[in-house]
């Protein structure tokens, strides 16, 4: 990859002002990688601050973080940070400081996994509707139980209180997860969504579970604190959320007053489809031919991530007038610093490569996109440097070890409260 001429500064570079008067200092971002890097309890740890610390110090303008969940009882992975009470308020004002206070923005990812989260780590897990995973995924996943409507209604509640602790510990915003397959998504897709009472039914009654979620984000936080929507373009599977449901959504977030609308697509069963056409393979973003049918309906403010690899390609989508945000993930888990380089005109020296174990069926279903780059994420908030060149079967073998461990002690830790 050739980089860019040096001394002409890329639309990268321009502040962007959102809907409610907020301003991000530059138009790149880091979208939310997994983590993991709270403890078996769920509380945030020193490790988090540090490696905010050293993306902040890119440069980048904003920061996503990635998979908080909003309830104890329903975790994706073992590790995740929950924020369900203000217990930790202390570290986490460290955490949100440790961005701001280099001029990054920092938005909190508030998710909820329903079904989508590996067998034995929650009591039970709960999903729209009782639908179990595909046959090759049932070995890792157990079938959900449908939720009723009292608990549909306190996880709304739950996602305005942990926003509104957010505000308070002092991050810049938040983003609600409704993509990759998790509770929202799943509302939202005709396929997990087989409900016939005010949850679902209709693409109408399907969209109400977001829509109260963020009213009652909104209703928490107020009109001046930023929150953003991570949605799919679809989910790339048989009866599942098409685009045309995906536009209608963003039409009705956009009417609602949402700040930014990050699009991706797929989910852990699909995966993140990888573009097909020579030209948008070439145009690199993977979803800007959606993100162009958006912007032809609503002007909300909108982040495209998924297969950037140089500054000329961010540009030319900031230039199509489709992408206000360029959005890059696992690029920054390689490379820390690479805003430093883009925002300067020049292309990071790393490359993102598929991540393969030689192991068929886990590579098709993309489980080393999540792992492999978890583990870097770790050597980076140690203080360390990340290893590109790592195996990717040498990480499976790694992250079951871990994961089983950490899904031991979760469970034994529930137990004890």
């Known amino acids: 990859m050739t980089n860019s001429t040096p001394g002409a500064p890329p639309l990268l570079t321009q502040a962007l002002r959102l809907p409610n008067g907020r301003t991000i200092r530059n138009r790149l971002a880091k979208a939310a990688t997994s983590e993991t890097l709270g403890t078996y309890a769920n509380n945030p740890t020193p490790s988090l601050v540090r490696l905010y610390r050293r993306w902040a110090a890119s440069g980048v ?9 909003i309830d104890r009882r329903a975790l994706g992975e073992p590790g995740n940070v929950v924020i369900e009470d203000e217990a930790d308020l202390p570290l ?18 508030l998710n909820h996994p329903g079904k989508q989260s590996g067998k034995g780590l929650n009591v039970s897990n709960l999903a729209p509707s009782a639908v179990p995973f595909s046959p090759e995924m049932e070995a890792l996943f157990e079938t959900p139980r449908e939720a ?10 739950r996602f305005g209180r942990s926003a509104a602790i957010c505000k308070k510990a002092g991050f810049s915003g938040v983003q609600i997860h409704a993509a990759h397959g998790y509770l929202i998504n799943q509302f939202l897709s005709p396929h997990h969504n087989q409900r ?31 929150v953003g929507i991570k949605l799919n373009s679809a989910d790339f599977q048989h009866g599942g959320f098409t685009e045309e449901e995906s536009l209608q959504t963003v039409r009705a977030l956009a009417d609602a007053g949402i700040d930014l609308v990050e699009i991706s697509g797929g989910t852990y069963e699909t995966g993140v489809a990888q573009p097909k056409k020579a030209s948008t393979v070439a145009r690199e973003a993977y979803f800007i031919e959606f993100a162009e049918k958006v912007r032809a309906a609503v002007q909300v403010p909108l982040m495209v991530t998924g297969g950037f690899r140089s500054v000329t390609g961010m540009d030319a989508a900031l230039r199509s007038g489709a992408v206000d945000v360029v959005g890059i993930a696992r690029l920054m888990v390689i490379d820390p610093d690479a ?22 069926q886990i590579d098709r279903l993309g489980l080393m996109e999540v792992l492999w780059y978890e583990l870097q994420v770790k050597r980076i908030a140690a203080g360390g440097e990340p290893r590109p060149g790592e195996s990717g079967l040498w990480a499976l073998v790694k992250s079951l070890a871990m994961n089983g461990w950490g899904t031991f002690k979760t469970r034994r830790l529930r137990a004890r409260s």
Not at 94 to 100: D, E, L
Not at 201 to 226: C, H, M, N, S
């Open 196 to 226: 016939t009472d005010e949850w679902g039914g209709t693409t109408e009654k399907r969209r109400r579970f977001l829509l109260a979620v963020y009213a009652e984000i909104r209703r928490q936080v107020g009109p001046d604190f930023p």
């Open 61 to 69: 303008g904003l920061i996503i973080t990635g998979n908080v969940m």
């Open 339 to 360: 805003p430093a380089s883009l925002l300067n005109g020049l292309n990071s020296k790393q490359q993102v490569h598929p991540i393969k174990t030689g192991i068929k």
């Open 92 to 109: 986490l004002r460290q955490w949100a400081s440790a961005a701001t206070d280099q001029g990054a923005a920092i938005w909190v990812q």
């Open 148 to 157: 009723t409507v009292a608990e549909i209604e306190e996880i709304i509640e």
